[in-house]
């Protein structure tokens, strides 16, 4: 993006936005760095979005089948779409899922769930999220786990922001937790109520800024022009 005109219509902006996903097919940086054995980036093929979400990294369901939040996190992303009032199908459809890397680490050295990712990975990594974010410039961004939360609040744990939202720009930001089956967090009835909370508030914006409407699908046919 750097040096190129910023796009404006929505045509140029998903014209912009499939490049990008080709090139971010292609990278290899964290391979090449060494940080990871085998990189195999999850673009994913998505338009425009007026809701888009930023998590922590692909997992093992996702790396075999190509796509972002293709295992349990997608599942549980799905429920709480249907808790705000979307329709079924609302995680493919309403939703542009990013990640703050975007090739899966493996697993943690504990067997413990998946490997965040470590701070050369993220580097290497947040020049594509951000070129996404700056592209759709959507009116609510989902950030979802820790790692999603620490790329825009300092350090705080994690009951101290679900619950909460802020405007940054024209974009709306949403704290959640990890949707990870393996989150303890949500275990506790305080937590879920205050996910219950940041749900009711996604239900007045899925209205008030028309958030479950697609856009700029009928450029799609320019996409690759
Ligand atoms: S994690 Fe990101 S920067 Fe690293 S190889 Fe994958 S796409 Fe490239």
Redesign the pocket.
Known sequence: MSGAATPTSPNQRLTHLRRLQRR?AA???????G??AR?????GDQGLRQLMLLGQ?PGRHSDAAGVPFAGPSGRQIERWLRQAGFAEGALRRDVYLTSV???D?GKSRAGAGDRP?GRD?QA?????WRAELALLRPAVLLLCGRLALAQFYPPRPLEALVGTWRREGDTWLLPLPHPSGVSRWLNDPGHRALVDRALAQLAEWRVALALDRERGEAASGDADG
Do not use: V
């Not at 990189?39 to 673009?43: C, D, K, L, T, V």
């Open positions: 971010l990278c290899r940086a964290c391979q090449d760095a940080l990871l990189a195999n980036p999850i673009a990294a890397t975007r090739c680490p990712p990975e290497l990594c947040a020049h594509w």
